[in-house]
């Protein structure tokens, strides 16, 4: 069975995201290179991965993905950055799609989760920007926050031919319990029923409590996420090196599999593979 890690990341020294200022991120405000990540996917018996953008929002980090996929067979696809509203979108797509470890290139993700305006994919320029991705055969990483799934639902029911893959399940508030579940619940549902978009079972351990989290936790999620999209359209992402803010690659993944039903060997291959090989266009 192929196994594919559907969401992970790199960056270099220094680490250019202003994010990584914060000080609770002291513990990964370090170098993540590709020989790293090759000696973890080894570790974890992981066959391919999707290398995804990590926030700095600037053409340069595209470039340093597509060189850093070339360097490493494993990374199968790499989703970089785009700006949705910017001028030339298509032309600048396109010259991505050109480079060296352009054939990459299986998806574009945009920070959507900084905006301030909950129905931000609802502006029509937006909407004009994922018809760009999508013309040019990749799917969209949606990045969003629990206020911003409504929106996103109506995006994908607009844009049908557009395939939307949806990172750490909307960011549910897993620190807070039932109440994150609820508020979380009837957005997230909405969304699972446009037939255009995926999910991923990633980020999830930094949206509960670092330090005291358990499996237990994220189980409601899972089961949640498991019931409304079905294996088919769900799929493994560690979320590393983020994930090391409140665990280990080993523990996320023994988490997941401790929450998650038992599954057939079809609904498993497809969590844990099947799914990202099919939206990304893998070829693999």
Not at 84 to 99: D, M, N, S, V, Y
Not at 249 to 270: C, F, I, K, W
Request: proline fraction near 6%.
């Amino acid at each position: 069975m192929l196994t594919v890690d559907a969401h992970h990341h790199l960056w270099g020294n220094p680490p250019a995201c202003a994010w990584l200022d914060d000080d609770r991120m002291r513990s990964v405000r370090r170098p993540f290179t590709v020989a790293q990540w090759q000696a973890q996917l080894r570790a974890a018996e992981v066959d391919r991965s999707i290398l995804v953008e990590s926030g700095r929002c600037d053409e340069a980090e595209s470039e340093d993905l597509l060189r850093w996929a070339t360097e490493a067979p494993q990374i199968a696809g790499v989703v970089m950055w785009a700006d949705l509203t910017g001028p030339g979108l298509e032309a600048r797509i396109a010259r991505h799609l050109r480079r060296s470890g352009g054939d990459r290139v299986v998806g574009v993700r945009a920070q959507i989760q900084a905006e301030p305006d909950p129905d931000h994919l609802d502006r029509p320029d937006v909407r004009r920007g994922l018809r760009v991705v999508a013309a040019a055969g990749l799917a969209f990483d949606l990045l969003v926050r629990v206020d911003q799934l409504p929106a996103a639902a109506r995006a994908a029911a607009a844009l049908p031919h557009v395939r939307f893959v949806l990172d750490h399940l909307g960011k549910p508030e897993i620190r807070a319990g039932a109440t994150g579940l609820a508020r979380w619940r009837g957005p997230f549902a909405a969304l699972a029923e446009q037939p255009n978009v995926t999910a991923k079972l990633s980020g999830l351990v930094t949206e509960a409590d670092w330090v005291s989290w358990r499996a237990d936790d994220l189980r409601p999620f899972v089961r949640e996420a498991l019931d409304r999209f079905g294996p088919d359209r769900l799929m493994f992402g560690s979320d590393w090196p983020l994930c090391l803010l409140a665990g280990s690659y080993g523990r996320v993944r023994a988490a997941l599999h401790q929450v998650l039903p038992a599954l057939s060997e079809a609904a498993s291959h497809a969590i844990f593979g099947g799914t990202a090989a099919r939206v990304y266009r893998l070829g693999v």
